[in-house]
């Protein structure tokens, strides 16, 4: 099993450019999840979905937008790129038993400039 | 929403002491609090959880407790070790399926 994968693993944007980071998951996981991480911030909620055709937003949606058409697949979507997206994204997928917890993906680093 | 705060940034103990991190939650509802373990450049993984109808969980030198009351719990680990050098996060949820709210992490160093 490949896991969680994402691609690209880096990637360098100029401001107003768009891009989707691709997420991707093999273990028929119903949940999945996209953070990006800030040094010293944490992990930061973007998006999630609790299944196919089903999404929601987490603590900061501002600037992203996501889509979930199948079981496998949650692609992140940057419209008009800002200094301020500039993070690491990690996309998770869970299928909600509790020994499990949450299998995260490698991370793109992103930066805006 | 559920709000986490994780004290302190960072923190340095001797190898073979012991580390605390301590967290606040402010959501009543959250159920389920898991700790996640980031090593340098690879991504969080799990180590240990807890419910809220438990209020200790050990596993090896790792233990985390709950007081629901007070809406905290901590993380110890015991007998540290170079490899427990780490970024741990702890979070809240109010399921195990629903979504993880995380706090800012914590930079442990292990001190030879």
């Known amino acids: 099993n490949a896991g969680v994968t994402q691609t690209p693993k880096f990637r360098i944007l100029k401001i107003g450019q768009s891009m989707t980071l691709q997420c991707a998951q093999d273990m028929n996981h119903n949940y999945m999840y996209w953070y990006r991480q800030d040094p010293g911030m944490g992990l930061k909620l973007i998006y999630y979905?609790?299944?196919?055709?089903?999404?929601d937003k987490g603590e900061v949606p501002n600037g992203y937008n996501v889509s979930r058409s199948t079981t496998e697949d949650f692609p992140l979507r940057l419209e008009l790129a800002a200094p301020s997206q500039t993070s690491v994204y990690f996309c998770?997928?869970?299928?909600?038993?509790?020994?499990?917890?949450?299998?995260f993906g490698s991370g793109t680093r992103l930066t805006v400039v | 929403g559920e709000n986490v705060e994780q004290h302190p940034s960072t923190l340095s103990v001797q190898e073979g002491d012991s580390a605390v991190i301590k967290c606040t939650y402010s959501d009543s509802a959250s159920n389920y609090f898991p700790w996640y373990k980031q090593e340098l450049g690879k991504r969080p993984q799990l180590i240990i959880d807890?419910?809220?109808?438990?209020g200790e969980k050990k596993d090896q030198r790792i233990a985390v407790t709950l007081n629901k009351t007070a809406k905290h719990f901590s993380l110890h680990i015991t007998e540290t070790q170079p490899e427990d050098s780490a970024v741990y996060f702890c979070a809240a949820s109010i399921r195990p399926d629903d979504k993880i709210i995380f706090g800012k992490g914590t930079r442990l160093h292990i001190l030879p």
């Open positions: 807890i419910r809220s109808n438990v």
């Open positions: 998770a997928s869970s299928s909600g038993a509790v020994e499990k917890g949450y299998t």
């Open positions: 979905s609790v299944g196919a055709g089903i999404t």
